[in-house]
């Protein structure tokens, strides 16, 4: 059975960090690209990150760049989201999500459309 499950959320304060994981169960992530996204109350979901497997390549929306750092860990079939330097407008429920069709490559990371299976989300507070 296909999962994702997201873990790592909190409440953080402005400037900390938290790392999110997003662990795969039923499939081998290292096959398909990855994506984080993240929504916030109102707003449309949002992409902030994913670790393409065709080349590579490790994509970061221009608000998390310098900040945020994807990585993966084959052994334990798990995606991370390294977040430095949080902000206020980081607040959001994460979302892992996983393009096993290979659309990322015509209709982009950051769509949301692009990826089929998601996970459940972990939420994720930066607040004094």
């Known amino acids: 059975q296909v999962q994702l499950v997201e873990s790592g959320g909190g409440l953080v304060q402005p400037g900390g960090s938290l790392r999110l994981s997003c662990a795969a169960s039923?499939?081998?992530?290292?096959?398909?690209?990855i994506g984080w996204f993240r929504q916030a109350p109102g707003k449309e979901r949002e992409g902030v990150s994913c670790?393409?497997?065709?080349?590579?390549?490790?994509y970061y929306a221009d608000s998390v760049k310098g900040r945020f750092t994807i990585s993966r860990d084959n052994a334990k079939n798990t995606v991370y989201l390294q977040m430095n330097s949080l902000k206020p407008e980081d607040t959001a429920v994460y979302y892992c999500?996983?393009?096993?069709?290979?659309?990322?490559?015509?209709?982009?990371?950051?769509?949301?459309?692009?990826?089929?299976?998601w996970g459940q989300g972990t939420q994720v507070t930066v607040s004094s």
């Open positions: 039923g499939f081998t992530l290292d096959y398909y690209a």
């Open positions: 670790f393409s497997v065709s080349d590579g390549s490790r």
């Open positions: 999500a996983t393009d096993f069709l290979g659309r990322v490559g015509d209709t982009g990371w950051a769509n949301a459309r692009s990826y089929d299976y």
